[in-house]
């Protein structure tokens, strides 16, 4: 099968020297194999995306020295796409509605729990599944109202009476995790019950989620291997969840190190002072950057 990879940059700010890293080893991959690079701009949160960032995000790339087929896919055309696999899986009962706001949720997670502390998943504390009981069902969804969140507990124990087994879930890891997990990753639904829970895959004002949206367009990309930071390597138990739920084909995954500030902190796109784009205006040219990332 042809490689197919991708960098999905969400235009919320300026790319910095780990994103560089990510979708110039992306790109060194997919020409060594032979294969296509894809860019795709990841902007459902329109209260946090710019014109401008989109702009220097073309700007950045190609002064780097990388290309990509035309045209790009941007996640705020593919609306439709999301919300008819959001009506897909409340129609196959897999979603309930979330009323809760962030301070019940903190609320009910330090309310005393036979002294268990709440676990930490990929998009914050495990949720304690407050509305996940009371529910009254609706037709339709997205509402505008609550967030959609997947009933883990039923979709993983549906998977393993269909498996006849303890429901287990894997996927193919050629880069590593951030404790040198490699090879063939394995997780059952006790570990995504116990350490991910009912994420949301549906937010307010987003009509989508990051996991949705990313899981939905890879398979329509045709992408074959994803490469991308370490800080990555637990959401993709989601992903791979959802690939199964929705019988989409699942990726071989290259999750890389993560490029870290001088005191080892991980970058995040508000250290403007590691821009590329500061880089670039003090005179650095592409082989540099390539360099200071250890390429
Ligand atoms: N838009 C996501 C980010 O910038 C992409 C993550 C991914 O590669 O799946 O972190
Ligand atoms: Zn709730």
Request: hydrophobic share 40%; net charge negative.
């Amino acid at each position: 099968m042809a490689f197919v990879t991708r960098f999905a940059p969400s235009p919320t700010g300026p790319l910095h020297l780990g994103h560089a890293y990510s979708a110039m080893l992306a790109y060194d991959m997919a020409v060594a194999e032979g294969g296509t690079f894809l860019l795709r701009i990841e902007d459902i949160d329109q209260s946090r995306c710019r014109p401008e960032w989109e702009a220097q995000i073309y700007d950045d790339l190609q002064w780097l020295g990388l290309s990509w087929p035309q045209p790009v896919l941007r996640q705020s055309q593919r609306q439709a796409v999301y919300a008819a696999a959001l009506d897909d899986l409340w129609a196959r009962h897999c979603l309930f509605l979330c009323t809760c706001n962030r301070r019940d949720i903190l609320q009910a997670l330090s309310a005393p729990q036979e002294g268990v502390a709440a676990a930490v998943g990929p998009d914050g504390p495990v949720y304690p599944g407050t509305c996940r009981d009371q529910q009254t069902r609706f037709a339709h969804q997205p509402r505008p109202d609550g967030v959609l969140r997947l009933h883990m507990d039923q979709i993983t124990a549906a998977h393993a009476a269909q498996q006849g087994s303890s429901g287990t879930f894997s996927f193919q890891e050629h880069g590593s995790g951030p404790l040198g997990e490699t090879g063939a990753i394995r997780f059952d639904g006790q570990d995504l019950c116990d350490h991910i829970g009912d994420i949301a895959v549906c937010r307010r004002d987003m009509a989508t989620s990051y996991h949705l949206s990313v899981v939905l367009d890879d398979a329509e990309q045709g992408v074959t291997d994803v490469v991308r930071g370490q800080d990555l390597f637990e959401a993709t138990k989601i992903h791979v969840l959802l690939q199964r739920l929705m019988g989409l084909p699942t990726p071989i995954y290259h999750h890389h190190r993560l490029i870290r500030d001088d005191q080892g902190k991980r970058l995040a796109k508000r250290d403007d002072a590691r821009a590329l784009s500061k880089y670039r205006a003090e005179g650095a040219t592409p082989a540099d950057i390539r360099r200071m990332v250890g390429l």
